[in-house]
């Protein structure tokens, strides 16, 4: 079980990195675990170009904001210099170029400005914690542990190393990987490295994405499921896309793992895939893939809410309370933000269990006619006076099911 998870990221001078890792150990309970990142060698060299630049053009700069969009126009500049470039290297700049342009500006300020930013070898970073008494467990990216996410020269080149640390410190020369998100716990706890993806069958399980195309679940011919940022995740046997399917439907209520395989089992058969039904193994070895790259997340309790709404729709207090503080965006009951625009917002301070849906479609209605409140994608315009009152229904029928899906109803 953990108990204390401490989180921290080493970004600087190796009497910062000491400190972190003394108060790491010092904080852990018996079976706590600590989460640590840190840019890496030998990936981050090629990163460290980029500082180069920035810290070159940003020499004589005062001021963070002064400094951001000076740092904005010397990746523009380059990104305009190398338009063209053929170069391997040239076109990873590029897409780090890319990366930087849309992230928030506090990245780039604390990850490519700040006056320390020290990348380490991950056996380095083994021994720092060695010597505080700490020892690694895994990365939270759980599929960079394996070598199959390598080539399969890569991996028989690789196959000789027993020590599976060593062999991780192998995959990143490999991989020239960059950054790691470790977890450490204390020296004296007894580790099984070995995965026993039978535990996998014992989690509550969710996962928010939707399906691109057609299921095929009568074959394993390949089908795409998009997360909410629109990544591609492919998925190829009929009960893995069936059990997709039923999280996608019951999202955020969370099946244990004997209701995902009953229900796509079922669904399976119906489809005419009666062949694969019973390969629950199968099932079980895909799942984990899926769960190591996080598309499905495992967990420890069950979560009974399921998406759908009363007469009366009421959301969370907390959720009330952010939007009437004019926040942009809520909390989900997995902790992630939604964002939210005006109407949105103005429906979840409403929803306070008093109206239904009718009711709160010609509240709305008043407030736009009115001129109080905006109709999404500003449509006043191109909406007739006849058209408001649906084109607000269904903003108001599509925003309870947006709400639903993220367990803000109650």
């Known amino acids: 079980m953990i108990t204390s998870l401490p989180t921290a990221c080493i970004p600087g001078p190796a009497v910062v ?9 010092e904080c852990l309970t018996p079976h706590g675990l600590a989460y640590i990142s840190y840019n890496l060698l030998p990936g981050w060299r090629m990163r460290g170009s980029l500082r180069d ?18 740092a904005i126009a010397a990746l523009e500049r ?3 210099a190398l338009v063209g470039a053929e170069a391997d290297s040239q076109r990873y700049v590029q897409k780090e170029i890319t990366y930087l342009l849309g992230s928030h500006p506090s990245y780039l300020l604390h990850e490519y400005l700040a006056g320390e ?34 080539s399969g020269v890569a991996q028989a080149a690789l196959g000789d190393i027993e020590d599976p640390l060593q062999h991780e410190q192998w995959m990143d020369f490999v991989r020239m990987r960059a950054f790691r998100k470790s977890v450490l716990c204390r020296a004296d706890v007894p580790l099984e490295r070995a995965v026993d993806v039978d535990v996998f069958t014992e989690f509550f399980y969710s996962a928010d994405l939707r399906l691109k195309g057609k299921a095929n679940l009568s074959n394993t011919k390949p089908v795409a499921f998009l997360t909410p940022d629109n990544t591609e995740l492919t998925v190829t046997h009929p009960l893995s896309k069936a059990a997709l399917l039923y999280l996608q439907e019951v999202h955020p209520y969370t099946p244990d793992f004997n209701e995902l395989y009953a229900h796509a089992a079922e669904r399976v058969r119906d489809a005419g895939g009666k062949q694969f039904a019973n390969a629950r193994s199968e099932l079980v070895s895909e799942w984990f893939s899926l769960y190591s790259y996080r598309a499905v997340y495992g967990h420890l309790h069950p979560c009974l809410i399921k998406p759908e709404w009363s007469e009366r729709p009421e959301v969370s207090a907390l ?28 429906l979840l301070q409403a929803l306070d269990g008093t109206h239904t849906v009718p009711e709160l479609t010609q509240l709305l209605c008043e407030e736009v006619t009115a001129g109080a409140l905006p109709i999404p994608g500003d449509k006043q315009a191109q909406v007739s006076a006849k058209g408001l009152e649906k084109e607000i229904a269904a903003n108001v029928k599509h925003l309870l099911s947006v709400f639903a899906r993220h367990g803000l109803l109650v």
């Open 17 to 25: 990195r000491e400190k972190i890792l003394a108060v790491a150990r």
């Open 53 to 70: 630049l920035l810290l070159h053009a940003t020499r004589e700069v005062t001021g963070a904001a002064a400094k951001y969009h000076t």
């Open 78 to 80: 380059l990104q305009q």
């Open 117 to 150: 930013n020290n990348a380490f070898l991950f056996s380095e970073f083994l021994a720092d914690a060695q010597r505080h008494e700490l020892q690694y467990v895994c990365e939270t990216d759980l599929h960079t542990l394996f070598d199959t996410t390598l």
């Open 319 to 346: 959720a009330r309370l952010q939007a009437a503080e004019g926040w942009q965006s809520v909390a989900s009951i997995r902790h992630q933000a939604l964002s939210l625009d005006n109407f949105s917002s103005r």
